[in-house]
């Protein structure tokens, strides 16, 4: 983990290329999310079945941020730790009745989990297909899990997309970011794209600060760490920026909404704050 401040260097000669470009003529600045929303999956956004999750739309962006990552509804589409499965039920919707939702669970064996830990984690796997056709009113067969423990030889390199939502930073302070993005790596495509939507910290902040404990990481050392993994990054947009959002809590992200970890105290400052400044780049695995 403590590489990040190394890889923050390399990450300091990356431009951002558009999709599909490569060569000194792609070269261009930071691109904007644009991306058209296809009408399914505007669809599945509005679907009733949402309402209660609904309220969280305007901070995650979910139409937006799926046509960003370029996600297709016949593709199979990995989702990484999946916790509260919220992104879940949408992309059931979505992905159900023509692709392929599979939810990625860590590997039980990586880091230092309990082996209470490691039956939650092969639980949770066990039971997604069944929670999400639970929400779609579609059949369990229409969704997969797996952990990243051992990874069957017929899913490696079988996925179009995959998804990493709010948990870079997890990843950084359990120490297993390596083999892990190692792991999801070997799950895409030659070619296949990785999204990551995460918390952002200010780009002078402190190593103290930016290690994962708190929650927030430095957009260069996210992109640096990608590419020393064997990706590329090809877009990136502000859709999830949040300028109210200092990044510089004493709890971390975790005092700001949904978590609101001081519960009451200076409640309405937080909300007011919303939901935290986040980065939002899209990475190709480079053959």
Not at 68 to 77: D, R
Not at 108 to 126: L, N, V, Y
Not at 226 to 246: I, Q
């Amino acid at each position: 983990m403590r590489r990040t401040l190394t890889l923050s260097l390399l990450s300091a000669a990356l431009v951002v290329l558009p999709i599909g470009l490569t060569g000194s003529s792609a070269l261009a600045k930071p691109r904007a999310a644009a991306a058209k929303v296809d009408p399914a999956l505007s669809a599945a956004v509005a679907d009733p079945r949402r309402d209660k999750d609904r309220v969280r739309d305007t901070h995650r962006h979910p139409a937006e941020m799926l046509s960003f990552f370029q996600v297709e509804p016949t593709m199979k589409v990995g989702e990484y730790a999946p916790g509260g499965e919220w992104f879940s039920r949408l992309l059931g919707l979505y992905l159900g009745p023509r692709g392929k939702l599979v939810g990625l669970y860590f590997d039980p064996t990586s880091g230092a989990w309990s082996e209470a830990s490691q039956k939650g984690i092969r639980d949770g796997a066990a039971k997604y297909p069944a929670d999400v056709a639970a929400f779609s009113g579609l059949p369990a067969e229409r969704f997969g899990a797996m952990t990243l423990e051992a990874i069957p030889a017929a899913e490696k390199g079988s996925f179009d997309r995959i998804l990493v939502l709010r948990m870079v930073h997890n990843l950084m302070r359990w120490n297993i970011a390596d083999s892990e993005i190692k792991a999801l790596r070997s799950l895409l495509k030659d070619g296949g794209l990785l999204g990551i939507e995460q918390h952002r910290a200010k780009g002078n902040a402190p190593y103290s600060y930016t290690d994962g404990s708190m929650g927030y990481l430095r957009e260069a050392d996210v992109i640096g760490f990608m590419n020393a993994h064997g990706f590329d990054l090809v877009g990136k947009s502000e859709m999830n920026r949040n300028p109210r959002d200092t990044a510089d809590w004493p709890d971390g992200v975790w005092t700001l909404p949904p978590t609101l970890r001081l519960k009451e105290q200076d409640r309405a400052r937080y909300e007011a704050v919303g939901e935290s400044d986040r980065m939002t780049l899209l990475f190709r695995k480079r053959p």
